[in-house]
């Protein structure tokens, strides 16, 4: 566990969205578990914004009269690192890619999540990225997005476990007791609909300088 002090915020320039502002349902089977947060539509935010974004995240922005990763833009209190561990297929944040990401849930020193992920998908329409043990899923994350006449409609779907026989035996309980036990769980939801809700407020203009100078 991640026990150094947390680096200083960033300033919040925005009121960052309630849990109340999306919906959430949990299923279970065979031991895994599985969480959908329907998100508020993301106003003024395209699908096209937001595949840009997944594939850039590394790099930097202008935030708050300072140069800042984007990556602790996008949560100004959370967010500690991202880190593009191993490329991939095109040589950046695409299918094959290797990240390391940590962040403090809340600002609190005991619910900090530091894991290393895999891009499986990033297209038009959805990203994947997933932590896999002998061939067997621990944690998997979609984002789905979909257009609407005021932005994107974005759906995440979390999954803990994995239906083969080791994580049946073994690593489902593990993927939901060590690496989300229910208060990190909770704590995870609420953050998740606060840096989705994020985007609507920086990354229009970021998409507007950068994206064609960083296709």
Do not use: C
């Amino acid at each position: 566990m991640r026990t150094s002090p947390l680096p200083a915020g960033r300033p919040l320039l925005w009121p960052m969205r309630p849990p109340e502002s999306a919906r959430v349902s949990r299923t279970t089977h065979d031991g895994r578990l599985e969480i959908t947060i329907e998100h508020a539509p993301l106003t003024g935010v395209t699908p096209q914004m937001l595949t840009w974004w997944y594939g850039h995240i590394p790099g930097t922005m202008e935030y708050a009269g300072a140069v800042y990763p984007r990556y602790l833009v996008w949560h100004p209190l959370d967010h500690i690192s991202y880190e593009l561990r191993t490329p991939g297929r095109d040589g950046g944040v695409s299918p094959g890619a290797r990240l390391r990401i940590i962040e403090a849930l809340g600002r609190d020193p005991g619910l900090v999540i530091d894991i290393q992920v895999r891009v499986q998908e990033l297209t038009d329409e959805r990203t994947v990225i997933a932590k896999r043990l002998a061939g067997t899923t621990l944690v998997r994350l979609e984002n789905d997005f979909t257009a609407v006449p005021s932005g994107t409609r974005f759906v995440t779907r979390l999954q803990l476990g994995d239906s083969t026989l080791l994580g049946r035996l073994f690593l489902n309980r593990a993927a939901a007791t060590r690496a989300f036990p229910p208060a990190k769980l909770q704590a995870w939801i609420k953050h998740h609909i606060e840096e989705v809700g994020n985007l609507e407020h920086f990354l229009p203009d970021l998409f507007d300088e950068r994206a064609d100078q960083e296709p």
